[in-house]
């Protein structure tokens, strides 16, 4: 019987819902029994220390998209291993299609995470219609992705599928931060507008003086980090707000907060909202992507209008003013993402995707 081998290739391990996904997919192979490899395309980051056992993780060190020696590393890996299966996020999805013109002999599929599904007109992707030849199966993140493509891809709507994010913690019961304590797991750049979260917090200030908030993400656009710190100084809010930035305690950081929250302008499905879920946190969102299939009514939690500072900053107030409530919300939240988007969700999920040409168990 020939050796199940996986091969998934992302571009960073920074801190971004791809990024996690990669690990997480990579965690649940090697647990089913794979040879579970996750290669690397450019650098490490803060979710080096969360690889789990089993998963073994290559470099290439790529330093730019015509890095022939990264290209090369590659190419020898898929050489010695002979994956049986090819797993390529976003734009290492080009890499992947190069490799193929090599050899055939693995199978293929793209995991398209763009953020920026309610922009697909202006940013249209075009050349993947003629990339799409050499993928198998197309996985999407969310409903929008799925019907742009199976538009794009007309004829090919079996190959294309929507499988939502999974959360993958190992969370350690831990005491609670002594300052009561609102998480921003997300990476620092435009499409996840701290500066909407900001603003909320300067109008809080009027109404409650203790509490806190961390943001806790990787430094993706310098230009973005730099609005983000002045618009902290200008408001004077250096006590309430703190730039964690990359960080490899990020199961800590959920554990000790109290709420986590999510003000973003554009999303999918966001890995950390299924993460505070999983948790059991008190959350607030915005109501972006597919975050109302997580929190779907007041009954999960508060999802609120996106680049609306005043109903975030009212659903922040609501949540510290009665926090037993909250906690109730979360625990029914937990539950809901164990049993919808849970591992085993996936699991089957990516079953259907590339059955009958492969089987996974």
Not at 212 to 224: A, F, K, S, Y
Request: neutral net charge; hydrophobic residues 40%.
């Amino acid at each position: 019987m020939r050796k199940k081998v996986f091969f998934q290739i992302v571009d960073t391990l920074s801190m971004g819902g791809t990024e996690r996904m990669s690990i997480n997919i990579s965690a649940v192979f090697s647990e089913k029994g794979w040879e579970s490899h996750l290669i690397v395309s450019r650098r490490g980051g803060g979710l080096e220390a969360q690889i789990p056992e089993g998963v073994i993780v290559h470099f290439l060190n790529k330093k730019a998209f015509y890095d022939l020696f990264a290209f090369f590393r590659l190419w020898r890996l898929v050489q010695t291993c002979g994956p049986t299966l090819v797993h390529a996020h976003s734009t290492s999805i080009y890499w992947a299609v190069a490799i193929k013109w090599l050899t055939s002999k693995f199978f293929l599929v793209w995991h398209d995470h763009f953020g920026l599904s309610d922009q697909l007109d202006v940013y249209p992707r075009r050349e993947m219609k003629f990339f799409a030849r050499w993928i198998n199966k197309l996985m999407v993140v969310n409903e929008k992705l799925e019907n742009h493509w199976r538009k794009e891809l007309s004829g090919r709507e079996l190959d294309i599928l929507f499988v939502g994010n999974f959360p993958w913690l190992n969370l350690k019961t831990q005491d609670k931060f002594e300052i009561f304590t609102f998480l921003n797991l997300a990476n620092f750049r435009p499409q996840k507008d701290q500066l909407n979260l900001i603003k909320a917090v300067k109008i809080l200030t009027s109404q409650i003086q203790k509490f806190q908030v961390l943001m806790v993400g990787e430094w993706i656009d310098n230009e973005w980090i730099a609005k983000v710190k002045d618009e902290i100084s200008s408001h004077g809010l250096e006590e309430y707000i703190q730039l964690i930035g990359p960080s490899t305690s990020v199961e800590s950081y959920l554990a000790k907060s109290h709420v986590g929250i999510l003000s973003s302008e554009s999303e999918g499905l966001p890995v950390a909202l299924l993460e505070y879920g999983l948790a059991s946190l008190p959350v607030i969102c915005t109501n972006v992507g597919d975050c109302q299939k997580v929190i779907p009514s007041e009954e999960f939690g508060w999802a609120v209008s996106p680049k609306n500072s005043s109903q975030l900053a009212g659903s922040m107030l609501e949540v510290l003013t009665n926090y037993p409530d909250a906690i109730q919300r979360g625990k029914r939240l937990q539950k809901k993402v164990e049993h919808e988007f849970g591992k085993e969700c996936f699991w089957n999920a990516y079953q259907t995707l590339i059955s009958p040409k492969i089987q996974l168990v």
